[in-house]
């Protein structure tokens, strides 16, 4: 059972459990009301309230309970679903005086169909669609004349609790109330949420009821708010942990945060003497009290020195690019956290190795703060804790990032909906890191800063000339820069030498004048996914950005045609800023890196690139994607 609190008060919690034989997600919904309110919850593509599908609860005057499958519009108007795909199965609800002293108790369950659409429900969609406000809340409320009884009767029966009545009492502070539903992963109903297995933005909203009925109303006036979960977490058993288990932890010191938007704070530290080699088996963030909302992501790095060697000290923020001198040796990740990521807990056949003799005990703790209002006199202590054992895995495990280079030769004009962006680790590379055997890929956390919207990384391989699509090693239909948890990939996945790893991210600038550019800002983007596999290789950085001599020609003819105040002197930034971003110019750029060939990063964790060829690598050819249930775990099915 999987639990999310929707709001921080704590009045709204949702469980769930997920059945993939029968594909249906079996919710309870605990929620504590005034008895003059309405709730519903539901989900929607991002976290809007806008196109949301939703469960509606209400009471009305009679003291009748009703649930109704409903949906808003782009208007972010309430309607109820032609088709009723939320089955309701039990219900239970008691008046509260302060003191959680219970006036009534009910509970209904349902056997048997649970719960279908009313036709007065359908009456009144169309009702509403066709006349004004008011007159579709008569009708809804009173019906035809002719036909009153019948739908009134139809939608008592079967558009409410069977049989669920109290009267409002004058001093009751609040309803206690427990919806228990199901609902299908995939409906096929258009005004229904498809659920997946990438982040799901879970919806509430509360209002005071004025009438019979919350439906026919707008809902951007009452109060709501969003929180964002797997609904569809994969079925993965998590290994017991040895009894010898302890615990370490990386943190920054008492530090005050700049007062700027971005800051990259770097943290010198050692870890604790460990005389035998030791694995990590999980680790998870440690956020600071009051810092939630300024810890953006953590990276701890090891530093590889040799025996007795040191590092110089470092404790302060970083450089946009690069390191300080004598800390390009902390470069090998053993620990990753992102807003939103819950603890990574390792396969029972896989660790990292830490301790040992000739083990370097030095680490760079990398924080990122995102402070858009640039609040000053803010102390932080976040770090990452890590959980080891002496009794070691069968398989060291390591961490590769693939996707796009951090760099400013990429960029997303202003004013798109879904600019995409794709990041490549191309054949070669692969089959100059991977061992002959492969890896097998276990978790993935995907990444980019505030605009994107979509990512995946597509799965492709090489057999003589035929060109194959395997299922995609990660993919987020709606994916949120404010929820990047590390994502256990249950079963695991076979990746080979010389198979193609293709990291596309789209993202949305429609609020956003000015190109945004690749870059370490939270105001710039990334394209990442870091993937943490088994048996470790020396690969590292798998990524690529536009061949340099592309780009350079394209600010060059759009300077000479155009007269833009572009080229490779100015800046990649600048001439960015400065391009005119018409249809035709956006287009130009679609064009150059869908076409133009790749520089590629083929990096082993001491930052050196793999022996080989890596500029002016020709594209690769890939399939047109396939419709994304068809890439995605069985459980996904097409309408």
Known sequence: MYTLQLDPAGPFKLQWSVDYTQEIVNFQLKAKISPKSWFAMGFSDYDEVTSADVLVFWTDKKGIHHVVDAYTDQRRVLYPDQSQDYHVTAVSTHLDRGQSHVKRQHKHIFSGPTY??????????????????????????????????????????????????????????????????????????????????????????????????????????????????????????????????????????????????????????????????????????????????????????????????????????????????????CRHVIGAWAMGAEAMIYPEEAGVPVGGDGFSRFVLLEIHYNNPSKRAEIIDNSGIRFYVTSQLRQFEAGIMEL??????????????????????????????????????????????????????????TYNKGHVTELPALNRDDHYSSHFQEIRRLEPTISVMPGDSLVTT???????????????????????????????????????????????????????????????????????????????????????????????MQCNASDGTRFPGHWSQIPILELPDEVNPSSLDADHSKTC
């Open 403 to 460: 996707g796009l280079e951090y760099t400013n030769k990429m960029a997303i004009p202003p004013g798109q909906t879904r600019f995409a962006l794709t990041g490549y680790c191309v054949p070669a590379c692969t089959k100059k890191g991977l061992p002959p055997r492969g890896i097998q890929v276990f978790a993935s956390q995907l990444h980019t800063h505030l605009t994107g919207r979509r990512v995946i990384t597509r799965h492709v």
């Open 505 to 599: 991210c789209e993202y949305d600038t429609r609020n956003r004048s000015k190109a945004t550019v690749g870059g370490f800002s939270i105001s710039d983007e990334m394209c990442v996914n870091y993937i943490h596999y088994y048996p470790k290789t020396e690969l590292e950085v798998c990524k690529s950005s536009v061949a340099t001599e592309a780009l350079d020609t394209f600010l060059f003819l759009l300077n000479r045609i155009e007269g833009a105040n572009a080229s490779p002197a100015l800046g990649y930034r600048a001439s960015y800023t400065n391009i005119d971003w018409t249809v035709d110019n956006i287009n130009m750029l679609n064009k150059l890196y869908a076409s133009s060939p790749l520089s």
């Open 116 to 329: 279908r659409a009313s036709h007065l429900l359908k009456y009144a969609h169309n009702i509403y669609r066709g006349q004004g406000r008011r007159r579709f809340l008569h009708k809804f409320h009173t019906g035809h004349k002719k036909s009153r009884g019948r739908h009134r009767k139809r939608f008592l029966t079967r558009g409410r609790v069977l049989g669920q009545h109290y009267e409002h009492q004058k001093d009751a502070s609040f309803l206690q109330l427990v919806l228990e539903f199901h609902r299908k992963f995939q409906t096929c109903d258009f005004d229904d949420y498809a659920l997946d297995n990438g982040t799901t933005h879970v919806i509430y909203i509360e209002g005071t009821l004025v009438g019979d009925t919350p439906l026919g109303l707008p809902v951007t006036s009452f109060t709501h708010g969003v929180q964002r979960s797997q609904i569809l977490k994969p079925q993965v058993m998590q290994p017991l942990f040895p009894k010898d288990t302890w615990t370490f932890e990386v943190r920054a010191p008492q530090i005050e945060v700049p007062a700027t938007e971005t800051t990259y704070w770097w943290h010198t530290a050692r870890l604790p003497q460990i005389q035998q080699r030791h694995h990590i088996i999980k680790y998870e963030g440690v956020i600071a009290e009051g810092s939630g909302d300024l810890v953006h992501h953590m990276e701890v790095f090891h530093c590889v020195t040799e025996k007795g060697s040191s590092i110089p000290y470092f404790s302060g923020p970083g450089l946009g690019e690069g390191k300080p001198k004598g800390l390009g040796v």
